[in-house]
């Protein structure tokens, strides 16, 4: 067994979109969203890759698949060297302990009819894995006093209405780390807070990772906060990854055209910008247009006649970091 | 905090009724037809009779003593005296309420558990032919007029198939049966009247369910659920029906309400001898002090349904304190 916790290699997810009676006599072809055209990566034990890309780039939808709540192909999908297969019923519920999703907006990822206590203890209750009540109550005191909402009891009875955003965000860390997973997807977990609230948030999520080796699936559309908290970085642009590598490297010296695009907007503390900015033009493509060639060179300024009409490979420039880009 | 919450309420619930009252004299005493040629139906009555009648029904007075004299005796549980029966309206809705309640209890009962349950379906097996069928079924009873079916209900289970009685709520006689006899007489009779009225209540129950299912099971939290690993089944009966049962709380309640006048045109047709029947009748024959007590009791009805739905609210579902 490697030290990658996961494993992912060639995945797809493609969404049918629903079309109308008239379009079916109409014979027309349904429309296909592929969401994730082909994407591969690992993520080793205790590290925290963050998916960078602006909304519809398909970050969101490969957390998703990596954790089979949305159905997809790939030619590979490991944890722990073990192949994903939810069919499997007892595989499935060690999976679910050990892989856990912490979502965007903790306004909607708590059910608003329950209160706090049972919240974070529903997974022991479901798994069977409490005795008493005390012993519940006293589990679920403990992760939230972990998950920094002290002192516990005070937060039991409590509906999620009565909490603030970072509470909430909170109860949601603390129930998801109740079962003590190893690997988490965390689905822009601090982009509905305050700004103020962020780094709180996120101090917890790191000293959550250091306390119990965690691994972070970190999927963003900040880039500086993904430089500020992950190992590695991987920008995501249609469903496809188009640069991967350490975090230092992609920000200070990233290759591929549309990383530069990014990390030129992007503020850096203590420099001062000389020159207009160079922004990117154009819009994002209609997902459901079928692209040939590279899905960027719509709006890439270097690009080339080769560019729309071969998809560019995954190459890799240096050991650990990846670039498709012809250009490169 | 939920002291208060009752407190307003109810207060709210009596305010409503009291304008209620005050709407339903002035209603009465716009709608066409002068009271005494309706007490007397006699064209030939003299001035002295008139006057010797009005004085008896108080119509001598002036409106304001009249309006004073309708509260006072609502309060006292006096309606008014039925031109029709000449007996108390009390006396005449009295009899008629237990054969309502007792048709669209049942009816309201079956509905409400069968079109949760399709809902459920329905909005679970999305897009399948489960789905599609419910809907299907779901729109055409909806749509489907009340009486229209009824009508051949009664044609197709009593004249040609001939499996229920007619109408009415007994066969001739019963009255003189023992006690087992006459229930289930009572019972036979009941059957189409109560399944004609479900099957009219279980396609509103069942689309509202489905939808409220349908948004709920795009929430997050259900999303996290399955994350966590809970199953299926144990996800939709934690999670997703009970913040789904919310709108149908709302849509139960005002339904209630109705049960009492709703009942007219399956009460018609089907000679069922209840409020909805009586409703008929005072209308044809322009029975205004019956209708005046019809009207107050069923608007009494819907707010009291409302508030019941209210106070419920505030038990099921805790963001509602305010």
Same mark, same amino acid.
């Given at each position: 067994?490697? +030290?990658?916790?996961? !494993?992912?290699?060639?995945?797809?997810?493609?969404?049918?979109? /629903?079309?109308?009676?008239?379009?079916?006599?109409?014979?027309?072809?349904?429309?296909?969203?592929?969401?994730?055209? @082909?994407?591969?990566?690992?993520?080793?034990?205790?590290?925290?890759?963050?998916?960078?890309?602006?909304?519809?780039? @398909?970050?969101?939808?490969?957390?998703?698949?990596?954790?089979?709540?949305? $159905? &997809?192909?790939?030619?590979?999908?490991? &944890?722990?060297?073990?192949?994903?297969?939810? /069919?499997?019923?007892?595989?499935?519920?060690?999976?679910?302990?050990?892989?856990?999703?912490?979502?965007?907006?903790?306004?909607?990822?708590?059910?608003?009819?329950?209160?706090?206590?049972? *919240?974070?203890?529903?997974?022991?209750?479901?798994?069977?894995?409490?005795?008493?009540?005390?012993?519940?109550?006293?589990?679920?005191?403990?992760?939230?006093?972990?998950? @920094?909402?002290?002192?516990?009891? +005070?937060?039991?009875?409590?509906?999620?209405?009565?909490?603030?955003?970072?509470?909430?965000?909170?109860?949601?860390?603390?129930?998801?780390?109740?079962?003590?997973?190893?690997?988490?997807?965390?689905?822009?977990?601090?982009?509905?807070?305050?700004?103020?609230?962020?780094?709180?948030?996120?101090?917890?999520?790191?000293?959550?990772?250091?306390?119990?080796?965690?691994?972070?699936?970190?999927?963003?559309?900040?880039?500086?906060?993904?430089?500020?908290?992950?190992?590695?970085?991987?920008?995501?642009?249609?469903?496809?990854?188009?640069?991967?590598?350490?975090?230092?490297?992609?920000?200070?010296?990233?290759?591929? $055209?549309?990383?530069?695009?990014?990390?030129?907007?992007?503020? /850096?503390?203590?420099?001062?910008?000389?020159? $207009?900015?160079?922004?990117?033009?154009?819009?994002?493509?209609?997902?459901?247009?079928?692209?040939?060639?590279?899905?960027?060179?719509?709006?890439?300024?270097?690009?080339? !006649?080769?560019?729309?009409? !071969? !998809?560019?490979?995954?190459?890799?420039?240096?050991?650990?970091?990846?670039?498709?880009?012809?250009?490169? | 905090?939920?002291?208060?919450?009752?407190?307003?309420?109810?207060?709210?619930?009596?305010?409503?009724?009291?304008?209620?009252?005050?709407?339903? #004299?002035?209603?009465?005493?716009?709608?066409?037809?002068?009271?005494?040629?309706?007490?007397?139906?006699?064209?030939?009555?003299?001035?002295?009779?008139?006057?010797?009648?009005?004085?008896?029904?108080?119509?001598?007075?002036?409106?304001?003593?009249?309006?004073?004299?309708?509260?006072?005796?609502?309060?006292?549980?006096?309606?008014?005296?039925?031109?029709?029966?000449?007996?108390?309206?009390?006396?005449?809705?009295?009899?008629?309420?237990?054969?309502?309640?007792?048709?669209?209890?049942?009816?309201?009962?079956?509905?409400?558990?069968?079109? *949760?349950?399709?809902?459920?379906?329905?909005?679970?097996?999305?897009?399948?032919?489960?789905?599609?069928?419910?809907?299907?079924?779901?729109?055409?009873?909806?749509?489907?007029?009340?009486?229209?079916?009824?009508?051949?209900?009664?044609?197709?289970?009593?004249?040609?198939?001939?499996?229920?009685?007619?109408?009415?709520?007994?066969?001739? @006689?019963?009255? &003189? %049966?023992?006690?087992?006899?006459?229930?289930?007489?009572?019972?036979?009779?009941?059957?189409?009247?109560?399944?004609?009225?479900?099957?009219?209540?279980?396609?509103?129950? %069942?689309?509202?369910?489905?939808?409220?299912?349908?948004?709920?099971?795009?929430?997050?939290?259900?999303?996290?659920?399955?994350?966590?690993?809970?199953?299926?089944? #144990?996800?939709?009966?934690?999670?997703?029906? $009970?913040?789904?049962?919310?709108?149908?709380?709302?849509?139960?309640?005002?339904?209630?309400?109705?049960?009492?006048?709703?009942?007219?045109?399956?009460?018609?047709?089907?000679?069922?001898?209840?409020?909805?029947?009586?409703?008929?009748?005072?209308?044809?024959?322009?029975? #205004?002090?019956?209708?005046?007590?019809?009207?107050?009791?069923?608007?009494?009805?819907? *707010?009291?349904?409302? #508030?019941?739905?209210?106070?419920?609210?505030?038990?099921?579902?805790?963001?509602?304190?305010?």
């Amino acid at each position: 067994m490697s +030290d990658n916790i996961v !494993e992912v290699k060639d995945l797809r997810v493609h969404f049918t979109l /629903k079309s109308s009676l008239a379009q079916d006599a109409a014979g027309r072809r349904k429309k296909t969203v592929k969401a994730v055209d @082909g994407i591969s990566f690992e993520i080793k034990q205790g590290e925290i890759l963050s998916l960078v890309g602006e909304s519809g780039s @398909g970050k969101t939808t490969t957390g998703k698949a990596i954790l089979g709540l949305v $159905p &997809f192909e790939a030619e590979k999908m490991l &944890f722990r060297g073990e192949r994903i297969n939810l /069919k499997e019923k007892e595989y499935k519920r060690k999976f679910r302990q050990s892989a856990q999703m912490i979502y965007q907006d903790p306004y909607q990822s708590l059910n608003p009819r329950n209160q706090v206590i049972d *919240i974070v203890t529903e997974p022991l209750v479901v798994n069977k894995l409490v005795e008493s009540e005390e012993e519940r109550l006293e589990l679920g005191k403990e992760a939230l006093e972990r998950a @920094g909402l002290t002192p516990g009891e +005070d937060f039991f009875f409590r509906y999620p209405y009565e909490l603030s955003g970072g509470q909430r965000q909170r109860v949601v860390i603390a129930s998801s780390m109740i079962m003590g997973p190893s690997f988490v997807v965390a689905d822009e977990p601090v982009s509905m807070l305050d700004a103020s609230i962020r780094t709180g948030i996120l101090k917890l999520m790191m000293d959550l990772r250091r306390e119990n080796d965690l691994a972070y699936l970190f999927i963003t559309h900040d880039l500086s906060l993904a430089w500020l908290i992950s190992d590695r970085i991987a920008i995501m642009y249609l469903g496809k990854i188009m640069e991967m590598g350490d975090s230092e490297i992609i920000i200070s010296s990233g290759k591929h $055209p549309y990383t530069k695009a990014l990390t030129d907007i992007m503020p /850096k503390p203590g420099i001062k910008k000389e020159g $207009p900015r160079k922004v990117l033009q154009g819009e994002t493509p209609d997902p459901t247009d079928v692209i040939e060639g590279c899905k960027f060179c719509s709006r890439c300024p270097i690009k080339e !006649e080769i560019c729309s009409k !071969e !998809e560019p490979p995954m190459k890799e420039v240096e050991p650990g970091h990846f670039v498709a880009c012809h250009k490169v | 905090m939920r002291k208060a919450y009752i407190i307003k309420k109810t207060i709210y619930a009596l305010i409503t009724i009291l304008i209620v009252l005050v709407f339903n #004299y002035i209603l009465f005493r716009v709608l066409p037809g002068d009271p005494l040629s309706m007490l007397m139906r006699n064209p030939k009555a003299t001035p002295e009779m008139i006057e010797h009648v009005e004085a008896m029904y108080g119509l001598d007075e002036s409106w304001w003593v009249q309006f004073v004299t309708y509260f006072e005796d609502m309060f006292h549980g006096d309606l008014g005296t039925s031109f029709v029966y000449k007996e108390p309206v009390t006396a005449v809705i009295g009899p008629k309420i237990l054969p309502t309640v007792i048709l669209f209890g049942l009816a309201e009962i079956l509905a409400i558990f069968v079109g *949760i349950l399709l809902g459920i379906i329905a909005a679970w097996k999305r897009g399948t032919k489960a789905d599609v069928g419910t809907l299907g079924f779901a729109l055409v009873t909806y749509s489907m007029p009340t009486f229209w079916l009824s009508m051949i209900m009664l044609s197709l289970f009593c004249v040609t198939l001939q499996i229920f009685p007619v109408g009415g709520m007994e066969s001739p @006689g019963m009255a &003189f %049966a023992d006690m087992g006899t006459r229930f289930v007489d009572i019972l036979h009779h009941l059957i189409l009247p109560v399944i004609t009225m479900s099957i009219l209540l279980i396609g509103e129950y %069942a689309l509202t369910m489905r939808n409220a299912l349908m948004d709920v099971l795009e929430e997050d939290y259900i999303t996290t659920a399955k994350a966590k690993g809970f199953s299926s089944r #144990y996800v939709l009966r934690r999670h997703a029906v $009970p913040n789904a049962m919310l709108p149908m709380v709302t849509i139960i309640a005002i339904n209630l309400g109705l049960v009492v006048g709703g009942a007219v045109q399956v009460e018609t047709v089907f000679s069922w001898p209840g409020l909805g029947n009586l409703m008929y009748e005072a209308l044809n024959s322009r029975d #205004y002090p019956v209708l005046q007590g019809l009207f107050l009791l069923i608007t009494v009805c819907v *707010i009291v349904a409302n #508030y019941i739905a209210d106070i419920t609210y505030s038990y099921i579902d805790p963001r509602v304190k305010e």
